[in-house]
């Protein structure tokens, strides 16, 4: 198992990382935090393979860690996952040594063929003795290859179910209604909606927000944004 700590201030992205991470065999989530500084206790303790990083967070920012891990010479790869797209950013990522470099939002399939392609990478490296250069060029070259636009739902989704709740959010597309609402609607569990809303706001169907009450958990909100039906039906006939 590639044992994989998220470093991600914002709530709601830490939580849809986590569910993405738990889609994809062979990965084992061993927190998911908010800052630097509660990653590091965890990153000395605790075996680590990877880190999905964010960069831009309250205190130390994500080039520090990057940083610190490089000086103590600790085997941890990175993601980055970060809104930031300038070129400084990016090239600032390859010296450090990242492995992929995610700029949000993204959807499911670009997480997936990271993630995936990563895992295949140390897969194939731990059965090598020795690497010939055709076996390194093909190792350091192939993401650009991997980047197909994939229509296979996400693991536990299905097609029914998410035509259904399609059909739902259609009938009240004007309105913002609650995770629980929906799940009401459709007739699914609140937990199992949640992963089919969080899949439309993945690929920019509906926009999410979460409110704040004065007690009790914090309640996302949703809305759709984008009616554009040819989002939804290749995941639909594919």
Not at 34 to 40: E, N
Not at 157 to 184: C, D, G, P, R, Y
Not at 187 to 198: A, D, E, N, T
Not at 207 to 227: D, Q, S
Request: aromatic share 8%; with cysteine; glycine share 4%.
């Amino acid at each position: 198992m590639i044992r994989t700590i998220i470093v991600e201030d914002d709530p709601m992205v830490a939580q849809i990382n986590s569910l993405y991470l738990g889609k994809i065999d062979g990965y084992e989530l061993v927190a998911a935090v908010p800052t630097v500084q509660d990653a590091l206790p965890i990153i000395e303790r605790d075996q680590v393979d990877l880190i999905l990083l964010d960069i831009y967070m309250p205190g130390e920012d994500g080039w520090s860690l990057l940083s610190k891990i490089r000086w103590l010479g600790q085997g941890i790869d990175v993601i980055i996952i970060s809104a930031a797209n300038d070129k400084e950013s990016i090239k600032k990522a390859i010296r450090y040594g990242a492995v992929d470099y995610l700029i949000k939002p993204f959807e499911f399939e670009r997480f997936h063929t990271a993630l995936t392609s990563y895992k295949e990478d140390q897969v194939f490296i731990d059965e090598q003795e020795e690497l010939s250069q055709n076996d390194l060029d093909n190792l350091l070259l192939h993401k650009e290859q991997h980047h197909v636009a994939c229509t296979e739902l996400p693991k536990g989704l299905t097609k029914n179910t998410l035509k259904l709740i399609w059909e739902k959010m259609l009938e009240h597309q004007a309105e913002v209604f609650s995770t629980e609402e929906m799940a009401q609607l459709v007739g699914i569990s609140r937990v199992s909606m949640r992963k089919y809303l969080f899949f439309f706001a993945d690929i920019h169907i509906i926009e999410t927000e979460i409110v704040y009450g004065a007690i009790g958990r914090p309640i996302f909100k949703h809305k759709i944004v984008n009616l554009d039906h040819q989002l939804i039906e290749k995941y639909l006939t594919s």
